[in-house]
Each structure stands twice: as C-alpha cells, then as structure tokens.
C-alpha cells in the first residue's frame, strides 16, 4: 500500500495548551505522574480522531512529547545523563530543565525555527541501547482506537549531527553503533505489525560535508536492506536536499517526502531525479510554517510536475505542523483576514482536497481560489506614507565605538556592571489585572495603577539587590513580540494561536498581513515612569525588527527584507522617543538573528545585508551618549558573529551558561571588541545557581575578554521563573560580580 494524503507532524500542546498546564502542575507537585501521562493520553486520541475523520489516508504517530523529541530519541536509546534517585519521567524531565545539583542539557533552536530542541552530550564511551518504547506504546494506542498510524522517528544522522561531542569527539563516529539499535527498534515496529515508518532527516536541507553525505549513504543502505523493517519515509524539510536527494533516492528506502514550498525550485531537482521511479513520493506542497492559506493552482502544479518520476505521488505538509496553531475557526478575526489563512486543521483539509484533485477528481476548490486572489488583489495592504518615509531616510550611521563609549561614561557604571534581560517574573496579580482589564472589568486608571505599583515594586528590588542598570520588569507585556504587533499597523493577534517554543513554553505568533507603522508610542510611559523612581538608569526595552519577523507569521507577498525595514523604521521612532524621555540605555533585542539565517551558505550574504541594515536603521540617529545593548540566546552562534558584530551594538549580551562561556572563544576568534554580557545565570532552569558558580562562569569570562567590556547578567528573561527562585539567584550574581570585581583592583 502506497501512503497517500498525510501531513509529516502535528501540534501536540493542545488546542488550549492542556500539556502546558499539566507539565506546570505537575512540576509544582499538584499532580502526580498519572494524572500528567492521562493528559497526554488524551491529547493523542483526540488528534488520531481528528485527523482520521478528516480524511487522510496516512496519520502519523510518536509526534507528541513531554518537552522535546531530540530528547525522546535521546531517552529512547538511553543517552540521558542518569540522576540516581530520580523515576524515569523525572530523569527526563532533570535533562531539560535541570536539578539543583545537575544543570540541564544545552537548548538550542531546531534549524531555521523558533522550536528549541535539546541537545544530546555523547562521547566516545557512549552506548546505545533500544531503552524506551515509546515509538510502539503510542502505534499500540492508536490500534485500540482501531487507527492504524505511521510512527515517526527522528534520523540517525540527524540525530548524531544535532549532538555535542564530549570533548571534542565527533558525534557523527558513532553512527556504526547507532544503526543497530535502530535496527532493532524497526524490527519490534515490524512485528507489531506496522507497515510504515517514518525517518526525519531534515539536516540535509543544510550544506553537509562529503563525510557527512557518505554517513547518509551508510545509514539508509544498511536500514533499508535489513529484513525484518516496515516501509521506511524518509522526510526531508526545511529546504531541499541537495545532493541527499540523490543519496536517498538511490538507497533501498521505500517513499520519500520532499520540501517544495522552502524551496520551490527543489521541485525541479526531484523531477531530474531518475533513481525515484521505484519509489513513492510526498510532495510537501502545503506550508507547515506560515499560516496562509494554500494556493490550489500553485500546489498542484509543482505536484503534477512529479508525476510520473516516482511510483506514485501524494500531497504532503512541507513539514510537520507542530510550528502553526491549531484551529483558525476559533479565532474572532476580520472575516476577510480570517478567509485568507489557514492553521493546522485547516492544512490537514487541503492535504486531503489536493490530494483528491491530484488523483483526478473533482473536489471544490472555488473558496480557496477566491480567497488566495482576494489576498493578492487587496491594495489597502500597502501603505504609501511608510514606503515613502524609507525611500527619502538617509543612510545615518552611528559614530565609532571609541567615541560613543567615552560619551556613555557618563553613566557612571562600575566595572563588571550587573543588569538582567528586561523582564521580570509576572505574579498571579500581575496576570490576573491584565486578564481583567482585558475583559473590561478593570478599568484604564485602575489598570495602569496595578501596573505602576509592580513597576515600583521591581525597581525597589533591583536597587535592593544592588543591580546597577535597573529595568521596569515588564509587567504589562504578554509577550516580546505581540505587545508590540499589537500596537503597530500591519498586525493581527490571535485569542488561541498558540505554539510550542519548547517544553511547557507557549507563544502566540501576530499575523503580519500589511505594511507597518507606529500609530504612538508604545513604551515610552512605562520606561519614564520607572526612571523617575531611581537615580540608576533604567533600560528601555524593545524587541528588534528581526525578532519581530522571525516570532510572526509574516506576510509571503513581498521580500522580508522590505518588511523588517519597515518595522525598523517603527522601533526607530520608539528608540528616539524613549532617548527624549531621558532613557539613557536602550535595549534592542535579537535573539532570532541566528535563527533566520538561512540554511545554505549561498544565501548567507543576502540575509546578513538586510537583517543587519534593519537593525542599524532601528538604532540610528541618537546620540553617542546613549547606549544601545542587544539580547540573543539559545543559537549557535559560530555562523552569525560577523553580523552580530556588524549589528554595532554598544553592549551584546548573549546565552553562555549552558554552554559554559564557549561562545566568547568565538567571539575572540572574530574581533568583536564592544561590550558584551555573557549570560551566568541559566533561566530556563528552576535551579539556583550559587554565587561560586556565577563566579567561576565570570572569571572564564573576564579570563576571554577585557573585563573593561564585561557585563553581568542572566541567560534570557525571568518572565517564566518564580521570584522563589529570581531572588536568590540575582543576589548570588551581584555577589559574585562583586567579588570578582575586588579581585581586578
């Protein structure tokens, strides 16, 4: 039997984000390991029951997670770091968040995606062995509910790419001890029964080296040839496969999946590609990644292009749709807007429509002809004003640094100057006055007086714990992204567009539909009022225009770069807003830099022109005086540190905890020479870490670089973190940087 209509993944939080709240319960000790599995039974059910009665003929299992499927494959085949004492489910759960005794695994994004996925530590004493049965629990579920599923693994050599060495080894020299326990996994699939297996191999929509290639070769040469396997899918997405597709077409795997909408022209590789005459085909021609509905004419016609080179063709998602939301029928929208999207569920119905159209039938594809040429013929989109102010702005650069670090010493700042990120943790009563005045039962003055008191609350701390530039805590923000989308033009927000960032951690992505611009000032009245509580300078906060675009759904109708400079001439106007406020320190936060960078090296130069050129505009203009910081975290850093140095911040803070300081021998290696903070406090983790070893992160820091460009802070913001836990932590930084700074003197 052939696979037919399938999607590659699905979301797995559920529709009202029911996994988030139970991991959280859970994790608190309100409920216990029971009554969390029974909520990710459910959640299973209900979408093996949705999918089945939509109509698709192929439906995927093993998609859904506790946290992450890096770290389920990881656990499957029994590489977690142990923790004596801890029952499996909390072994699990110590790797990605950590114990008090034991950090967490590093975190990093999932290719070019605002997914984090763990990374597995492996050496060369590493075993493998078939641990877990996760893969054949959750097919035996999806039997009694009398639905036959197709399981879905992560690759072998994705999974070996996407590890650390230990050391220095080289993760990819296990892969002969891997093969097997894979091996054996297919051969338990196989006598259970199931007929399909599905292997992810989406690192090879990046540029791979030849040894790289050749451990693909190897890898599915020896699985395909063993016996006793079910049929084997090899997905690849994100991009097209380069020269993996002719690997994989030339080994004895049985179906492929293939990414044409990253990359459409992929689609003319694969029609080249004469070793798939033997194999069936899944055209990935329904965007798994943005939220627009699907263009019939387009899908279909880099669909047909296919048949005809493979044994059969069918309509797949591009990738999994673990990275849109739900249900856009749950949403209060502009019904036109709403017309012209399309989220998880609404992707799975056009899998099956083109399916059927592809096969030669007659499925009524008229709504979504009409809505996709609605979209394209809505002129109101685009706003003259904004694309005529960017046409007449001058290209103003910012002095050099020397000169604008002699002008910021005026800020009086000691050295090793401790700050945090921006946001603080939001309390129950924080949330529950922005939920009320929400729903309109607290008023404005009532609203921005419970807002006022939590700003003064957080600065009183801060001069407490004697942090030397101060923040105002953020506490009438939801989100990094949408509290500005929600305030620019050009934006819509969604009530349940949630999607999974990682583990119990939910953003709601705005839709960018239009041209943007700033109607009014979004932070500047929260900033002023915080600065006039204090003698320390307080940050004003904003979110840079990369973020911006990499954390939205963003508008496929004109190139990203034009977009992300008009949302940089919006931030521009806030930045220059918040320096007549007598803001003295602005930060402009990046943490997506490195997740937008395109996969393959060709296209690298393009992206860094403009997505540099956004942030420069964003920041120019000002005065030398005022001092621009940036934030990023959880990236590998190696392939953005020219543009994060071309970015010309004042000060860079950057995720280094985890990772224990390795990032600043990287930014040695490139020259940066302004200041940069690299994070001593990992946030993502409920442990405490202790002023010793805060200490012994900073003293490898000033040990890399000049002390007299060191800052001190946390990884990311305390937005998800307890105070329980904030508190003693910023207390063990601050005495920490203080200890280290006697030492200098």
């Not at 803070?653 to 300081?661: G, L, T, Y």
């Amino acid at each position: 039997m052939t696979i037919g209509t399938t999607v590659l993944g699905y979301p797995r939080i559920g529709p009202d984000r029911e996994l988030k709240r139970a991991l959280e319960r859970y994790w608190a000790g309100k409920i216990d390991e029971a009554a969390l599995l029974a909520v990710g039974r459910e959640l299973r059910r209900r979408t093996w029951l949705d999918l089945r009665d939509a109509g698709l003929d192929s439906i995927p299992s093993n998609t859904f997670s506790h946290y992450d499927h890096v770290l389920d494959t990881a656990e499957l085949f029994g590489v977690l770091p142990a923790r004596p004492g801890l029952s499996p489910l909390d072994t699990y759960f110590a790797a990605a968040r950590g114990v008090q005794d034991a950090p967490a695994l590093e975190m990093t994004k999932w290719f070019d995606t605002n997914y984090h996925y763990l990374v597995p530590e492996l050496g060369p004493d590493t075993e493998f062995t078939l641990a877990g049965t996760k893969p054949l629990d959750e097919y035996r579920e999806a039997r009694a509910l009398g639905i036959e599923t197709r399981p879905v693994l992560v690759g072998p050599v994705t999974f070996l790419l996407l590890s650390k060495g230990i050391g220095g080894f080289r993760p990819l020299d296990l892969l002969d001890a891997l093969l097997p326990r894979y091996a054996d996994l297919l051969a338990r699939l196989h006598d259970e029964g199931v007929e399909w297996v599905q292997l992810d191999e989406p690192a090879f929509a990046a540029d791979r080296t030849e040894a790289e290639l050749n451990a693909l070769i190897r890898a599915y040469h020896w699985l395909g040839k063993t016996s006793a396997r079910p049929k084997l899918l090899v997905a690849g997405y994100f991009g097209g496969l380069g020269r993996g597709l002719g690997v994989l077409a030339r080994s004895p795997v049985d179906a492929l999946a293939v990414d044409l909408v990253s990359d459409e022209s992929f689609v003319d590789a694969v029609a080249a590609e004469p070793a798939l005459r033997d194999k069936e085909l899944l055209a990935g021609v329904v965007d798994g990644r943005n939220v627009w509905r699907t263009d019939p004419q387009r899908a279909l016609s880099r669909a047909a292009t296919l048949l005809g080179v493979a044994k059969s063709v069918s309509v797949s998602t591009s990738c999994s749709l673990l990275h849109v939301p739900y249900d856009v029928s749950r949403e209060d929208l502009h019904p036109r807007l709403a017309s012209w999207l399309s989220f998880a569920r609404q992707k799975v119905d056009e899998v099956v429509l083109l399916g059927r159209a592809l096969r030669g039938e007659s499925p009524d594809l008229t709504a979504a002809r009409a809505a996709v040429a609605d979209r394209a013929s809505a002129a109101e989109l685009a706003d003259s004003s904004v694309r005529d102010r960017l046409a007449a702005l001058p290209d103003v650069g910012r002095a050099p640094y020397a000169e604008r670090a002699a002008a910021q010493a005026a800020l009086g700042l000691p050295p090793l100057p401790t700050t945090t990120i921006g946001s603080f943790p939001q309390t129950p009563d924080v949330r529950r006055a922005r939920a009320a005045h929400r729903a309109g039962t607290l008023d404005d003055a009532g609203y921005i007086a419970a807002m006022r008191a939590e700003v003064e609350r957080v600065i009183r701390l801060q001069e407490e714990l004697g942090l030397d530039v101060l923040v105002h805590g953020e506490p009438e923000r939801n989100d990094m992204v949408q509290y500005f989308a929600e305030q620019l033009t050009g934006f819509a927000a969604t009530a349940h567009g949630w999607v999974q960032s990682y583990g119990s951690r939910c953003v709601r992505p705005p839709i960018l539909y239009g041209d943007v611009s700033r109607p009014a000032p979004m932070t500047v009245e929260w900033a002023r009022y915080a600065q006039g509580l204090t003698a320390k300078p307080v940050k004003g906060m904003l979110t840079g225009p990369v973020t911006i675009l990499a954390w939205s759904f963003v508008r496929d109708d004109q190139p990203l770069g034009e977009t992300a400079r008009q949302v940089a001439l919006a931030i521009r106007d806030e930045v220059h807003d918040l320096e007549a406020a007598g803001i003295r320190v602005v930060q402009v936060d990046e943490p997506a830099l490195r997740e937008l960078l395109p996969l393959r090296a060709r296209a690298h130069r393009a992206y860094f022109d403009w997505a540099v050129s956004a942030f420069r505009l964003a920041t120019s203009g000002i005065a030398d005086a005022t001092q621009i910081h940036t934030h990023m975290c959880y990236s590998e850093f190696g392939e953005v540190l020219p543009a994060i140095d071309a970015l010309d911040a004042d000060v860079t803070s950057i995720e280094a905890a985890r990772s224990k300081m390795e990032v600043l021998t990287d930014l040695n290696a490139g020259g940066f020479g302004r200041g940069v903070g690299p994070g001593v406090y990992d946030i993502h983790s409920p442990r405490v870490p202790s002023a010793s070893e805060v200490g012994a992160l900073l003293r490898t820091a000033v040990g890399a670089v000049p002390a007299s460009r060191v800052w001190v802070n946390p990884d990311c913001g305390l937005k998800t973190r307890g105070y329980a836990e904030v508190e003693p932590a910023l207390r063990n930084l601050v005495a920490a940087a203080r200890e280290v700074r006697a030492e200098l003197d």
